[in-house]
């Protein structure tokens, strides 16, 4: 994929989520830029020190911390960390997300807690203690909320998937808001289907064809295509863009419903 020239030198980016796919594309994008990258993983940790071996080995810099972003306890001690060792941050790009494919008759109350936990409650958390250090800092920042196409063109047994990321799309807007003031800009992206190691375990048995031939490119999108754009959001270049919800789905979205 194509590089593209951002200028993050000196700032402290922290990616959840990071240890392969769009959290590890953005990773190495930001370090190609010149920011001290934070690589979150909360299981995968041969995958960070990978993604974090691959930085350094471009002359770039990267800590990998360990942490479950939908934990409290472990949201505020990875804060702790990496405000020890890096402050402020600058950039924080939640991309870990926990998913659920249950039919909603199904999924019950503790599905319910244990999604809104993973994918509002811990990003809502580490939004507001980062911006309490871009604040204290005084040096404004960048939030980002890696959301979905699924918050808006559902699919059958998505239901609390969905309902989780158009909440994350709310409080985008939300933040952006309350947010303006300390000129912290709050930006979300909502991938459509790209070609990650989930999306190719979830696809095998239909036949990825039978997906590609919905996309007007016909094609599907590659984790690279959202960490440009991630970077482009917090980069000075976006610098007057806030509140924005940015889809990268190769036209999905507005694919009317039906087969071509």
């Keep these: 994929m194509e590089n593209y020239a951002f200028d993050f030198t000196d700032h402290t980016v922290l990616i ?6 769009i959290g590890a594309a953005t990773a190495k994008l930001f370090a190609r830029s010149g920011a ?3 690589v979150n993983y909360r299981e995968d940790r041969a995958g ?28 505020r001690r990875m804060m702790e960390i990496v405000c020890a060792r890096w402050a402020p ?11 659920n494919r249950s039919y909603f008759l199904d999924a019950t109350l503790g599905d319910f807690d244990l999604m809104f ?11 507001q203690l980062a911006a309490q250090q871009m604040i204290a800092a005084g040096v404004g920042g960048s939030i980002l909320f890696i959301s ?14 969905a309902a989780t990321k158009g909440a994350l799309e709310s409080l985008t807007r939300a933040l952006a808001l309350d947010l303006a003031r300390h000129h912290i800009r709050v930006n979300a992206v909502a991938p459509g289907l790209i070609y990650t190691k989930a999306l190719r375990d979830g696809i095998a048995a239909l036949g990825e ?3 590609t031939k919905y996309i007007p490119f016909e094609r599907f999108g590659h984790p690279e295509e959202i960490a440009s754009v991630v970077a482009f959001l917090a980069s000075d270049a976006a610098s007057y863009i806030t509140g924005a919800l940015i889809p990268v789905d190769g036209g999905l979205g507005v694919v009317e419903a039906g087969p071509k």
Excluded: C, K, W
């Design 36 to 38: 001290r990258v934070v």
């Design 209 to 211: 064809e039978n997906f």
């Design 16 to 21: 959840t989520g990071a240890s392969r796919g």
């Design 89 to 99: 941050v600058r950039v924080l790009v939640h991309n870990a997300s926990a998913i």
């Design 117 to 127: 936990g993973a994918n509002v409650r811990g990003p809502y958390l580490m939004s």
């Design 48 to 75: 960070a020190e990978q993604v974090a071996a691959e930085i350094a080995a471009a002359d770039g810099q990267a800590m990998v911390v360990q942490g479950d972003a939908g934990s409290e306890d472990d949201v």
């Design 148 to 161: 979905s196409i699924l918050a808006r063109q559902t699919i059958p047994n998505r239901t609390l998937y």
